[in-house]
Structures are given as C-alpha cells and as structure tokens.
C-alpha cells in the first residue's frame, strides 16, 4: 500500500549545489520535450534522447523528489531506439502544479 505524501514543496531538501545541477538539467530536459500529453493525474513527456540522455533524466529526477517528493516518475524507454516517455503524476493538485510548472 502507498501512503499518500502531503503536497509540499520542500525548498531546503538540496544543496545550493545541488540546486545549480538541478536547473539546469531542468533545462535540458524542458529542450529535450517533443511532445506532453495530459493524463488523468498528471503528463506524459516525451523526451528526444539524442538531448538529453537516461542518466541525466535519472539524476533530474533523483533531485526533484527530494524536494518535491510527492510527484510520481516513471521513465520508460522503448525498445530498438524508441521513444523514451517520463510521466509525471501524482495526488489531487499535483496535475495543476504541473501544468503551471511545465508552461513555464
């Protein structure tokens, strides 16, 4: 059984260097999005991997859920070169967070 994790940021949970390394993988991946698709509690983002490849989304996510530990990530990459997808979701509030954060 998950427990549900309350919906709020924790801005302090990384260092300053951390906080660097996390913007701009940020960056690089908000460039790397071909395509977003909208889900129930959440998006999918497709992301084009000659951008940005799986272990810097894997350490993008390894910082946002310390400080944003009530998202969701699954990363998927599809076989013979295929898409790579992350999806984004998580519990009531977190898709309006989401949207606001992803039109940026």
């Known amino acids: 059984m998950c427990k549900e994790t309350s919906f709020v940021c924790k801005l302090d949970a990384i260092s ?6 996390h913007s701009e993988l940020a960056a ?3 460039d790397a999005v071909s ?3 909208e889900l129930a509690e959440g998006y999918a983002l497709r992301v084009v991997a000659e951008k940005i ?4 989304i894997a350490e993008w996510i390894t910082l946002e ?14 076989p013979d070169d295929g898409p790579v997808w992350l ?3 998580g519990a009531t509030g977190v898709k309006e967070f989401l949207r606001s954060e992803l039109s940026r």
Do not use: S
Not at 53 to 56: R, T, W
């Open 35 to 37: 395509e977003r698709r």
């Open 16 to 21: 300053a260097a951390q906080r660097a390394r």
């Open 87 to 89: 999806r984004l979701t």
């Open 53 to 56: 490849d799986l272990a810097a």
């Open 65 to 78: 859920r310390r400080c944003c530990p009530f998202l969701r990530f699954q990363l998927a990459a599809e």
């Open 28 to 30: 690089r991946l908000a």
